[in-house]
């Protein structure tokens, strides 16, 4: 059985940890090990960074939990390729690039910058809706 090699948008890593839904759902696959996820540094950075941020009034001890408990999940790729995609957002250009080192089948993402996309070279860019329809 091939397992899906996955990229989770900050969004998309934000709302499973937080909210609950769709993204939690993708995520628990990637907890029963159904599913790879992969991230990059300048991914972890950005998750780190919003994480922390005042309006989910997080101690800074539930951030760091929280972190650790994710860097067990993802597979850290050091993507070796810049891409100048997405002009109107250039962070969301990390995203493509950490998908591009880590092989990676499908994007899964909130973004519209990113979603307007739908494919980067061979990769589908999905809604976690969109994946785990297709996914089962």
């Known amino acids: 059985m ?3 090699r996955v990229v989770l948008d900050t969004n998309v890593l934000i ?5 609950g839904g769709k993204p939690r ?7 029963q090990g159904r599913i790879d996820a992969f991230t990059s540094p300048a991914l972890d950075r950005e998750f780190r960074d919003v994480l922390s941020r005042p309006k989910f009034k997080l101690t800074a001890e539930k951030c760091f939990l929280i972190y650790k408990e994710i860097e067990t999940l993802m597979m850290m790729v050091f993507p070796k390729t810049t891409v100048e995609v997405v002009r ?7 995203v493509l690039e950490c998908a591009l080192e ?17 494919e980067f070279k061979d990769i589908m860019i999905v809604t976690p ?3 785990l329809k297709n996914f089962r």
């Open 2 to 4: 091939n397992v899906s």
């Open 15 to 19: 709302s499973a940890v937080l909210f």
């Open 25 to 31: 759902d993708l995520f628990r696959l990637i907890i």
């Open 88 to 94: 109107s957002d250039p962070d969301d250009n990390a």
């Open 102 to 118: 880590a092989c990676a089948d499908h994007i899964v993402t909130g973004d519209p910058h990113l979603l307007d996309l739908a």
């Open 129 to 131: 809706t969109v994946f």
